[in-house]
């Protein structure tokens, strides 16, 4: 069973976060001070920890390279208020996994812990064929392929398509597709996201794959159909 | 300056120069006065015949420097100094007064003359050389121009010391000036202050500066704080209102107001820590600014092409600035969205990225309906908003946002006159590529 780490003050946000990763199938530990939380974090082996910024102790970005230095390999997942643009660039170059700003939504959560969680286990899927029945990917070449026949994408259609396909079967949020295929981290208001992703989707629907189906209120799923269908 | 002095000093040697001459004339005149009264008494006793001795006698000793001439009545020479009577000069008077005398000159010396005519047409001339006057006062005037050269020349020198310890510090101050100017907020004089009008010049720029630096770090500790009590209540909120079965479309209602309200509050505090960090260079690195526009006109372009917008974006590529790639993409993200927004189907919106002069020139245009005139000149203050788009979602914060990023990068916002539409130019200032 993975083991997650929370590292957080308010017991509101923690109780959260424990439901979240539970409905996962985690263990969870809590820690509501930064000393402790590093502690925990280089004395055990968590698959995840989960942390929050200010704290009493301190930030919980300038910790996460003493819980590196500790011999953890914890992917850290940064829960904070401080939620702007910046504050978010700043935990990612710093080292963060991921960065998620309060307050969240519980389905943003867990579509990061998932993925975080998928992390450790996917990299196999690091060679060059992703193929999901129909549907294959060549991630060299950059081509996708519905049925043997070429499907042509653009650029961020295709980077798009990859992050789904790393991400196959869970929800993906918009939030994680703006940081995460086209890098920005502010939350731009409109949905510009669902145009692209509708496109996509088209695309791949007239070429005969229904790969992408909405998550209402959440994200997207891509699920691809078995082969047959 | 220098020359004040000069011509004061200059004035005071002229009147100490006439003082002197008219002493040493004037001493002259009594020798001359004394001469005559010594012959007065030898005429008073023997007439002509004391005088002839007496000129003979004082002619043997000759110095040169007295001349003395008795004639007869014929203009034959009875006694003298010198054989004949001076060619420019004529007796005048009668007796042995020493009133009046006259100066003539010859053979480049200058005499103090006395010239009568005695009882019974006796011509007499008793004269004293100027000779020694001339000398003194030309010495004393060698001397009084070479002073005066030496004096401008010290106070030409002294000025320019003076000067140079002047503009010294008072560059010190500039060039400190200048650097807080350019985002230094930290910057500080090194070295001990002096105890004059400078130091005290200098203590109170550094507690400005102190001050100023102060503000900006309670700007930054300030918008953190704020994030993290707004935030952590909503939060809460938000984690409550999950749990809430069975009135979806409420609560959906309910989280996109609190995502609105989030994204205001971000958007102050990106602006006003944009503002705040305006005109420093810290935190900004080299960034592809073609690359920039390139992604964020490749996420909205489908979005205006839905709506039934026209769109064309013309970025020259490997365009580069010293930037911030999210405020950038923030800035980008939020003219075409209200371009967007506000734009009906069938209307043009392009984005244009070149090279102007010696910075790079941003224009995103459309041909919507654009600011009303009355609304241009507070266009980027916070909360402004038209009368007509009150009904549209927004905060009136995208263009205040817009201006603060510029600000943040040096670059200048321009609102060009246009004949339909609204178009906003930013024009970057490139990076230098030397390095």
Redesign the interface.
């Known amino acids: 069973m993975d083991r997650i780490l929370i590292i957080e003050d ?1 017991p ?2 923690a ?2 976060v424990r439901a979240e990763a539970e409905a996962l199938g985690c263990a969870t530990d809590h820690r509501d001070t930064l000393a402790a939380g590093i502690e925990a974090a280089t004395g055990d082996s968590y698959k995840v920890i989960v942390l929050d910024r ?1 704290l009493p102790g301190g930030d919980g970005v300038d910790a996460m390279a003493r819980i590196r230095a500790g011999g953890s390999t914890a992917l850290i997942l940064i829960l904070s ?7 978010r ?1 700043e935990g990612l170059e710093r080292g963060a996994d991921d960065y998620l ?6 389905e943003e959560l867990r579509a990061r812990l998932r993925a975080l969680l998928r992390r450790g286990t996917i990299q196999v899927l690091d060679n060059d064929l992703l193929a999901f029945g129909d549907l294959e990917i060549r991630l060299k070449a950059r081509t996708v392929h519905v049925r043997r026949a070429h499907v042509p994408t ?1 650029p ?1 259609e295709f980077e798009l398509l990859t992050f789904f396909a790393r991400n196959a079967g869970q929800v993906v949020t918009r939030m994680q597709l703006l940081e995460n295929v ?9 949905n ?1 996201v669902d ?2 992703v509708g ?1 996509l989707r088209r695309k791949l629907e007239e070429a005969g794959a229904t790969a992408i189906q909405t998550a209402r ?1 959440e994200g997207y799923i891509f699920a691809p159909l078995p082969a047959s269908a | 300056m220098a020359l004040a002095v000069a011509i004061l000093s200059l004035s005071a040697m002229v009147l100490q120069y006439r003082l002197v001459e008219s002493r040493l004339m004037s001493a002259q005149q009594d020798l001359l006065a004394a001469d005559l009264n010594g012959l007065a008494a030898l005429y008073d006793q023997r007439r002509i015949i004391a005088l002839r001795q007496a000129i003979d006698y004082r002619a043997t000793a000759a110095t040169g420097e007295e001349m003395l001439l008795l004639l007869d009545r014929n203009g034959a020479t009875l006694a003298g100094t010198r054989p004949e009577w001076p060619a420019n000069l004529a007796p005048a008077g009668e007796g042995f007064t020493s009133e009046n005398p006259t100066t003539f000159t010859e053979g480049g010396t200058r005499w103090l003359a006395v010239a009568r005519t005695l009882p019974g047409g006796f011509p007499l001339l008793v004269a004293r050389s100027l000779q020694p006057v001339d000398d003194t006062l030309a010495a004393l005037r060698r001397g009084m121009f070479a002073l005066l050269g030496a004096l401008l020349v010290a106070g030409a020198l002294v000025g320019w010391l003076a000067a140079r310890s002047v503009m010294t510090r008072i560059n010190r101050i500039n060039t400190l000036a200048d650097r807080v100017a350019e985002g230094q907020l930290d910057a500080r004089l090194p070295g001990i202050r002096t105890a004059d009008e400078f130091g005290l010049l200098e203590t109170h720029v550094h507690a400005m500066l102190d001050r100023i630096e102060n503000l900006n770090r309670a700007t930054h500790r300030l918008s953190d704080t704020i994030a993290h009590e707004l935030r952590t209540p909503l939060n809460r909120m938000l984690q409550k209102l999950s749990r809430i079965e069975g009135q979806d479309d409420l609560t959906a209602d309910l989280k996109s107001e609190m995502r609105q309200a989030i994204r205001m509050f971000d958007s102050l505090l990106d602006i006003s820590r944009a503002e705040a960090d305006a005109g420093t260079g810290g935190g900004l690195v080299p960034v592809d600014l073609s690359a920039v526009a390139t992604e964020v006109w490749d996420l909205y372009d489908p979005l205006a092409e839905d709506k039934g917008l026209l769109t064309k974006a013309q970025i020259t590529p490997d365009l580069h600035i010293l930037g911030d790639r999210n405020l950038i993409a923030q800035v980008l993200s939020n003219l075409l969205d209200n371009a967007i927004k506000y734009c009906a189907p069938g209307d043009r919106l392009t984005l244009d990225l070149a090279p102007d002069a010696d910075r790079i020139l941003m224009r995103v245009a459309d041909t919507g309906p654009g600011l009303p005139d009355d609304l241009k000149p507070e266009a980027f203050d916070r909360f402004t908003r038209a009368e007509r788009d009150r009904s549209t979602p927004g905060h009136g914060l995208g263009l205040a946002l817009v201006r603060a990023i510029a600000a943040r990068h040096g670059a200048r916002l321009t609102l060009p006159p246009t004949t339909r539409g609204f178009t906003l130019e930013i024009r970057w200032p490139r990076l230098q590529q030397s390095d």
Request: glycine share 8%; charged share 20%; hydrophobic share 40%.
């Open positions: 308010d509101e946000t109780a959260a200010m208020a401080l939620g702007r643009a910046a504050n660039v700003p309060k307050p969240f939504e519980p653009s961020k086209w890098n920005l981290h502010f939350d731009p208001g409109t510009v145009v692209h496109r209120g």
